[in-house]
């Protein structure tokens, strides 16, 4: 079984930044696509970013090109949200998740993947 833990959240002003962080246990991660996904109350959960199983290739919802980053350290188990300029509507709860399929560009759809951990919580003020 996959265990994924998701760190680094918080509150922040508009414009601000935080850095995610999501520990991976249980299984060989540089064979799994990875993202990242957020939900606000009340809202489906969305993909945020996404990467191949090696990091070579990412993919982005529209809503945060040029502001967000997503990395990888295999080697560390540990996969990274990088989030510049914030704004309130980044605010929600972000998940991280990993799946074996495998489609390029590496799917933001949230139905691709099966396995995810519990979340941390992104807050944005104006």
């Known amino acids: 079984q996959v265990h994924l833990e998701e760190s680094g959240g918080g509150s922040v002003q508009t414009g601000g930044s935080l850095r995610l962080s999501c520990a991976a246990s249980g299984y060989v991660v540089n064979r799994y696509f990875m993202g990242w996904f957020r939900q606000a109350p009340g809202k489906e959960r969305e993909g945020v970013a996404t990467?191949?199983?090696?990091?070579?290739?990412?993919n982005y919802a529209d809503s945060v090109k040029g502001r967000f980053t997503i990395s990888r350290d295999n080697a560390k188990n540990t996969l990274y949200l990088q989030m510049d300029s914030l704004k309130p509507e980044d605010s929600g709860m972000y998940y991280c998740?990993?799946?074996?399929?495998?489609?390029?560009?590496?799917?933001?759809?949230?139905?691709?993947?099966?396995?995810w951990g519990q979340g941390t919580q992104v807050t944005v003020s104006s």
């Open positions: 990467t191949t199983a090696n990091g070579n290739i990412a």
């Open positions: 998740a990993a799946t074996g399929a495998v489609r390029i560009p590496p799917p933001l759809d949230v139905n691709w993947y099966d396995n």
